[in-house]
C-alpha cells in the first residue's frame, strides 16, 4: 500500500514558466490537501479537494495558483508564470472520507521543492 | 495571533534525556496531530489524537481538551531524535467552513546532542 505520491520530488524553473505539481493520494483516499512551506516558514495550508471538487482554497494566492483533483489521475497543483517568492516545499497530505476515523489521519507525501531561477 | 502555538521553539538536550514539547490551541479542535519533519526532508505523522494519551515506543502524546493543551514527550532521547516536531490542529467542521484543514505551529527544532 504505497503511501501519498508526490513528483516531482525537486524542479526547478525559471520567471514566467509554469509549475506543475502532482499528487497521487493513498489508496482509498479521496480528501487532498496541499501546503506550502516558505524558506524558514511554519506549513500553510493553502487549499482541500474531493474528487473533481474544491472544498475549501482559503489558502490559495489570489492569482496565479490552482488546483485540481479529477476523477482519474492524480492531483495538480498548477503555479502560473512563477516568480522567485513561490519558491517552497509544496507539500501534499491525504486522507480517508471520514474525519472521524481518527485512526487513520493524514498521510503527507514527500514533499516537491520548488526552485524559481 | 497563530491558532496553535508551541514551545520551546528550539531544545538542545544531552543523550538520554528526557524531551518535552508543548502546543497550545486557541479554539476547538476534532483533532491533534503530531509530525515530525528532517531538515530537507519529508513530514512523518507521529500522532494523532482526540483525547487522553498515545504511545508508540519512546515517543509518547497527550492531550488536555479542557486546557486545550497537548504534549509531545521523548524517553531516553537519542540523536536520531534531532530533527523540526510540529503540532496541527485539526478543526471543527463549522470553523472557518472547512474540514479538516490543519494549522500548524511553528515547529519546535530539537537536537539532540551525544
Known amino acids: 500500500n504505497a503511501g501519498v505520491m508526490q513528483n516531482p520530488r525537486h524542479l526547478v524553473r525559471r520567471r514566467g514558466q509554469e509549475a506543475r505539481l502532482r499528487c497521487s493520494p493513498m489508496?482509498?483516499?479521496?480528501?487532498v490537501y496541499w501546503y506550502r512551506q516558505l524558506p524558514e516558514e511554519g506549513l500553510k495550508f493553502m487549499v482541500y479537494?474531493?474528487?473533481?471538487?474544491?472544498?475549501?482554497e482559503s489558502g490559495m494566492p489570489k492569482e496565479r495558483f490552482s488546483a485540481e483533483f479529477p476523477k482519474e489521475g492524480p492531483s495538480i497543483l498548477r503555479i502560473q508564470q512563477v516568480v522567485r517568492g513561490d519558491s517552497a516545499a509544496y507539500f501534499c497530505?491525504?486522507?480517508?472520507?471520514?474525519?472521524?476515523?481518527?485512526?487513520?489521519?493524514?498521510?503527507f507525501g514527500s514533499g516537491t521543492r520548488l526552485t524559481v531561477v | 495571533k497563530n491558532e496553535v502555538e508551541q514551545s520551546p521553539q528550539n531544545l538542545t538536550a544531552q543523550e538520554g534525556e528526557f524531551i518535552t514539547i508543548n502546543c497550545s490551541y486557541s479554539?476547538?479542535?476534532?483533532?491533534l496531530h503530531w509530525l515530525q519533519q528532517h531538515p530537507g526532508g519529508g513530514i512523518v505523522s507521529l500522532f494523532m489524537?482526540?483525547?487522553g494519551k498515545k504511545k508508540h515506543g519512546r515517543l509518547i502524546a497527550t492531550i488536555n481538551i479542557q486546557e486545550k493543551h497537548s504534549s509531545l514527550h521523548i524517553t531516553a532521547s537519542h540523536p536520531r531524535d534531532s530533527a523540526v516536531y510540529i503540532c496541527?490542529?485539526?478543526?471543527?467542521?463549522?470553523?472557518?467552513?472547512?474540514?479538516?484543514?490543519?494549522?500548524f505551529g511553528t515547529g519546535t527544532l530539537l537536537a539532540v546532542q551525544p
Open positions: 497530505a491525504s486522507s480517508p472520507p471520514n474525519f472521524r476515523q481518527i485512526n487513520y489521519g493524514y498521510t
Open positions: 489508496k482509498g483516499h479521496s480528501h
Open positions: 479537494l474531493q474528487k473533481e471538487n474544491i472544498i475549501d
Open positions: 479554539v476547538g479542535i476534532s483533532a
Open positions: 489524537l482526540s483525547s
Open positions: 496541527a490542529g485539526q478543526f471543527n467542521m463549522n470553523y472557518g467552513g472547512a474540514t479538516n484543514k490543519l494549522i
